[in-house]
């Protein structure tokens, strides 16, 4: 089954920690994105990667980072130093950038 | 900055109505627009999608939409809700003049449909 998987579900994390979010895709997509959903915001983009080894800052990359070893796979760090962290994550791939992207389920985090 | 603006971010309706939900852009060039859905529990998927040629495109379960490009518009439509039509829906559109072809969204509309 083709898809995007999205690790954990639900992620609680305490006040200081860095933790990591995971995203594989096994649609042999080459881009793939980090976006974070807050009500009523809509999805803001944190970091997107249009090919392996290589991502950009997306609009609200400040505490966040990533990395692109691998086609399929685009982890996400929340760090300490991302301010307001409690969110809905959701990982998300496309054949090439601006094309139709599929989504995972997401990963919803809180902070403690 | 560009942006895309959904009008209503709730809306509630009966089953059998009719639905319009307003989608505006402020790109100047030629996009790419993209209407998905977010039931309840579930990740987001495409609704329907407009690249070119026919600006009235048809989507799954009946839905449909119409590109405006006077009107910088992309309003989605269905002619009969049904309660399974609840849902989140958020408008996304890319510029083709954007060298990194993202996508900005819209704040979503929260649609309920009543039994």
């Known amino acids: 089954d083709g898809g995007i998987t999205q690790s954990p579900k639900y992620l609680f994390r305490k006040e200081g920690q860095n933790v990591t979010l995971s995203c594989e895709q096994n649609?042999?997509?080459?881009?793939m994105y980090w976006y974070r959903q807050d009500p009523g915001q809509g999805l803001r983009l944190i970091y997107y990667?249009?090919?392996?080894?290589?991502?950009q800052k997306g609009d609200i990359a400040e505490g966040y980072s990533v990395s692109r070893e691998k086609k399929e796979s685009f982890p996400l760090t929340v760090t300490s130093a991302q301010k307001n962290p409690t969110a809905f994550y959701l990982c998300?791939?496309?054949?090439?950038?601006?094309?139709?992207?599929?989504f995972g389920q997401g990963t919803r985090l809180t902070v403690v | 900055a560009q942006s895309v603006s959904q009008h209503n971010h709730h809306v509630i309706l009966s089953e059998a109505a009719s639905l319009e939900l307003g989608c505006n852009y402020s790109?100047?060039?030629?996009?790419?627009l993209f209407w998905y859905v977010q039931y309840p529990g579930q990740h987001l998927q495409l609704l329907l999608k407009?690249?070119?040629?026919d600006p009235l495109v048809k989507g799954i379960k009946g839905f449909e939409a119409e590109f405006i490009k006077s009107k910088f518009s992309f309003n989605l439509r269905k002619p009969s809700v049904q309660w399974s039509d609840t849902a989140e829906y958020f408008c996304?559109?890319?510029?083709?003049?954007?060298?990194?072809?993202?996508?900005?969204w819209g704040a979503g509309t929260k649609l309920i449909i009543k039994p």
């Open positions: 998300a791939s496309s054949i090439v950038a601006g094309t139709e992207a599929f």
């Open positions: 649609l042999n997509h080459d881009a």
């Open positions: 990667s249009q090919i392996v080894n290589d991502f």
């Open positions: 790109y100047g060039g030629t996009v790419n």
């Open positions: 407009y690249f070119s040629g």
């Open positions: 996304a559109v890319n510029s083709l003049m954007d060298s990194n072809y993202q996508l900005i």
